[in-house]
């Protein structure tokens, strides 16, 4: 790993900025009103600053603009409500149990309202402390909503000057990761090589890229500005994205039989030479990335291009001393990888001309193209409120986990003398989450960074008496709390640890060591509250829903397959069709990737075949990949190859998915029928043809004819036929493991 590049990523990323603009909200006004003395009556203020911020997430303007709006609402009606009936603790514990459940139903409408939801719940718990004075009610929810106010003039003024940053940044740490796929990737041409290993990490990135592309959909295609009275600077980076989702498909069409590629090429040093120029690759990426991040134009080093004219050099001089019947199909293979890095390397260029944002760059800009169907469009009808009020739904069992775990802690407080026993309740609310392994994660990681906070706080408290510092130290680890929240969760909770005590020594000096007890205490309460909730109150195990994700997956492979395959024996499919598929598969795919890795936190007795499972979302990335690859030779050779003997082809593969679809979604075991071979026989036929020409060939020393290009292109697309309908064939077998397992289950 290059940390120094790392850094760099990191300080020009997306999450210092957010910590930085969430730092600057919550202070500003804290230093403002202790110039005048203010500070203790007006302590809500920045309190409110600081919570509005929490949902000032990722986004469109007018979806940001209106999500903070909601916030400062709902959370001046909350201070309000919970104000003047936190004296009454029945009528409190109805409260809480009431809005816990419904400020965490409303997540049903997006993660926007998710966090609108969370930030109210804090809202209402930090209200609920008896010390509050009664007669500051309105003016501490007047001061919360002034707060919140400002912070969304900070926030709003600070997108009008730099319209396009967070954009900037989120497209940068896309591109990266594209990077880090192509990484994993070159990976597979070591000698030594572990495919379990790889594919796993293939897969963890995979679900990366495409939450990424997610949320860049979103800042793209919702943003009116962008995609329709756009500046130069607006289209260059709508078509970095747009290229950039090319390339990511580019980089998952290098799927081959990466064991036959060994097996001819290990001793003769082209596998090393094709790992240095993948990786090479990648570093291009990822230099392009940073720059997109940064905001500069990225410069090409030439170095790329180098590598590949060597690699070439060095593969036309080994195929033109070893080429034989034998290896033939080797180094079609091997010739194919290296066109495929060619059109990486084209894709690369591309993109790193759009670095400089100028006018001409961005002729092909799609102004007219409608991106309305590759966003999810957000309903907020209260009909889906009523739709969500059944146990089926994963929504309704999370609030009502909630509710009843706030109700829990809410009476476990009321029995314990402790002076902040509502850190119990913040505690449940921020680590319980809808998906057990979350809320399992979170549970370890905010009680041990509790620990490691209230230690760092007391060893600066005891060793450093310069307030000045102590407000530097405050303000570090406030920025590094929301810096962090998002991607290492354990340093944000020892971050928020750290600013909150330091804080609390500045507006109550109080016995250091009792606050901290309190602290942790309170904190270990929360927690073993929270993990019981998420094991025992109307819990939804991964496995359940194994089925559910297999068949979408399957779906969306069999409709790519089929946008795909038209292009072989009819006209293809218009490109914003293909388009939609492909990005229906990455979506499918990441939710199953990443479901299996939460179930691999689940406790062993909610698990079962967990071997098959891992083999289901391998071999369906395996079957993505290898229709990537297609779609490759569909818009370049398919005219070429044009032909009505590919149609039985399709539909004995399309037949294939169809009997796997039946499979997850009727539980069938039914005895599996093998693919017919009639099917395959008259492409087989013309591929033996001119694979015995060719070898004649060979034999007579002809070593380059029209039979060579020829075979080399007919063959390589009959061979992704093969391979995917070799994948189908393993994802049935497994399928009807698992069904078999289900059903001794049930009748055991």
Known sequence: MNYLTEFRKFLTGQYLNQGLRVTAGAIVPALVLYQFGWLTIGAAMPLGALMVSLTDTPGPIHHRRNGMLASNILNFLVAILVGFTRYYPWLLAIELTFFSFTFSLISIYGNRASSVGLIAMLIMVLNIDVHHQQDRIWSDALFMLGGGLWYMLLSLTLYKLRPYRLIQQALGESIHLISNYLKA????????????????????????????????????????????????????????????????????????????????????????????????????????????????????????????????????????????????????????????????????????????????????????????????????????????????????????????????????????????????????????????????????????????????????????????????????????????????????????????????????????????????????????????????????????????????????????FQAVTKAFYSDPVPTEDYKYARKQVYVALANFSDAFQRSLSEPKNKLYDQTLTHQLVVSNHMLSSHIASLSTYAYTLSEKYRSDTFIPVVNAIEKELQKAISLADENSTANKTEPSKEEYLPIREIVGELWNKRIQELQQGEENSSTRKELSGLKTITDQFEFIQSIILDIIGILKKMNSSKLEMKNA
Not at 218 to 227: F, I, P, Q, S
Not at 493 to 514: E, K, M, N
Not at 524 to 539: E, V
């Open 185 to 560: 990737k070159a990976r597979l041409y070591n000698p030594a090589v572990n495919y379990d290993e790889v594919y796993k990490e293939l897969l963890s990135v995979q679900v990366e890229v495409q939450h990424s592309q997610e949320q860049l959909r979103e800042l793209l295609y919702k943003a009116r500005d962008v995609t329709r009275e756009s500046t130069a600077k607006g289209r260059s980076l709508l078509m970095m994205f747009l290229d950039s989702i090319d390339l990511f498909e580019q980089v998952m069409t290098t799927q081959y039989n990466y064991a036959t590629l060994h097996k001819f090429f290990d001793r003769s040093g082209l596998m090393e030479k094709f790992n240095t120029l993948i990786m090479a690759s990648a570093d291009e990426i990822g230099d392009i990335g940073l720059a997109v991040q940064t905001g500069i134009i990225s410069e090409d080093s030439s170095r790329l291009e180098t590598l590949i004219r060597e690699t070439e050099s060095e593969f036309v001089a080994y195929r033109d001393k070893s080429l034989n019947p034998e290896n033939l199909e080797g180094f079609i293979s091997l010739r194919h990888v290296l066109n495929s890095i060619k059109d990486v390397a084209d894709r690369i260029r591309r993109i790193r001309i759009y670095t400089n944002y100028s006018v001409a760059s961005t002729k092909g800009f799609p102004a007219n193209q409608d991106f309305k169907r590759f966003i999810e469009r957000s309903r907020f009808d209260p009909k889906l409120l009523l739709e969500n009020f059944t146990l089926k739904s994963n929504s309704f069992r999370h609030a009502l986990r909630v509710s009843i775990s706030v109700l829990v802690g809410y009476l476990v407080s009321q029995l314990l003398a402790f002076g902040h026993s509502y850190w119990i309740l913040l505690t449940i609310i921020t680590i319980l989450k809808p998906a057990y392994s979350i809320s399992k994660r979170r549970n370890a990681e905010r009680l041990a960074g509790t620990v490691i906070g209230a230690f760092l706080s007391f060893l600066s408290l005891y060793f450093i008496h310069i307030n000045g510092i102590l407000f530097l130290l405050m303000i570090l680890a406030m920025i590094a709390a929301y810096s962090f929240l998002q991607i290492q969760y354990l340093i944000s909770v020892a971050g928020i640890t750290i600013y909150v005590l330091i804080s609390f020594h500045f507006l109550h000096p109080v016995d250091f060591r009792t606050l901290v007890e309190d602290r942790v205490i309170d904190t270990a309460i929360g927690s073993a509250i929270s993990f019981l909730a998420a094991f025992f109150i109307l819990p939804r195990w991964e496995h359940e829903q194994v089925s559910e994700y297999v068949s979408l997956i399957l779906n969306a492979n069999l409709k790519y």
